[in-house]
């Protein structure tokens, strides 16, 4: 199938998805569409067992969707641009620090508890897995998720003061989890051949390379936007921005998502808004990003839930998936347990921050995305079976009591 063919066949099916959530369901859309397509994913399998033609029609189609490219590549550059532009600036400025503490020293404390945790689990059920994969697994599946987490926390009603910490913290943790992720794949390919020194100045060029170069897109977009009144031209600006800055981060080798982090916050600031463009441009410029937010969201989980059908699925696998979906929670709430205290008193944070970010850190498709990129020798079988399963329980379980919780806990 070409690539138009392909992305009309997503896109129908997820407006038909979409529609049947909104009109029945009414769950959020993050949640509705990862469960319908489940459910009709689990159909399908059903159905094979009479006659496998639509099950074989459906396998060839996702077979021909490179879900790691497409999302890391292409959506994940949208989606996290549109997620900066709607983050309210101000928050996130009260709250930086603890967001990049959240973000880095906490994913780097989570790959590391992960890693140790996997690692011993897998022992225990029979698998023999070497320990820098555990820390592989560590780094793909620490990093929350801002598609999902956006698209949530819109619905639940969270404070602002935890909500920005909650989307700030995905927002950055994303990007610096995608660099841990491929410093330890660089480790565990390379073996003893890749020194500490190289590693260290790869992590630290990504990183603070991505931000310098999303200040810089920021920059160039505020003043292009502000030397003109025309809002064609200026959403065609903010496109532009986003799709010629994820190049020149891919061919630089810095963080495309950490630079499309900052290029939004910069932009999306309420002082570069007033001061660049008109209440018209500001209006349209919004209304476009929030249509692509859902639009790729709608796409990307109904991706998500027919991938279900290319996974290896066996006792131990499922086994591994239960039991690190406890230990995942623990792993996350130790990495902020620190940070959470030395802050709390200083920034006023509201009661049982801990557990609500703990339980609020949703995993999704960027995790999937990861652990698709994993060679056999990697164990990435084993790795997309649990990966998967951590990714659904996130969505449909945290992602459905997370109001209640933060109803219960702040009161």
Known sequence: MSVFAIASVLIVIAALFGYVN?????????????????????????????????LEQEKLFISQIDFQSVLLDVMLSFLLFAGALHTNFNQLKVQRYPIL??????????????????????????LDVQFIYCLLFGALISPTD?????????KVGAPKILETKIVGESLFNDGVG????????????????VSFAHISELFIVEVLGGIALGFVLGWLTFKMLKSIDDYDTEVIITIAAVMGGT??????????????????????????????????????VDKFWELVDILLNTVLFVLIGMEMLVLTFNKQYIIAGVVAIPL???????????????????????????????????????????????????????????TYMVVVFSILVQGLSLGKVIKKLVK
């Open 22 to 54: 909104t009109r029945f369901l009414k769950l959020p859309n993050t949640i509705g569409l990862m469960l319908i397509t489940i459910v009709m994913t689990l159909l399908v399998l059903a159905i094979s067992y009479f006659d496998t033609t639509l």
């Open 328 to 386: 995942l929670l623990i792993a996350r709430f130790l990495s902020l347990h620190y940070p959470v205290k030395f802050f709390a008193k200083k920034l006023d944070f509201v009661p049982h921050t801990n557990l609500m970010m703990t339980w609020g850190g949703l995993r999704g498709g960027i995790s999937i995305a990861l652990a698709l990129s994993l060679t056999t020798e990697m164990h990435r079988d084993l790795f997309l079976v649990i």
């Open 146 to 154: 801002p598609i999902a987490v956006l698209g949530i926390l819109k």
């Open 178 to 193: 995608v660099v841990i992720f491929l410093t330890i794949y660089q480790i565990a390919k390379g073996g003893g051949q």
């Open 101 to 126: 503490v959240f973000a880095s020293l906490g994913t780097l404390t989570s790959t590391f508890i992960v890693g140790v945790f996997s690692y011993y689990l897998f022992q225990i059920i029979g």
């Open 247 to 284: 190049i020149l981060a891919q061919k630089l080798h810095l963080s495309a998502p950490l630079a499309m982090v900052t290029a939004g916050l910069f932009v999306g600031n309420d002082t570069v808004r007033e001061s660049a463009m008109s209440e018209t441009t500001e209006t349209y």
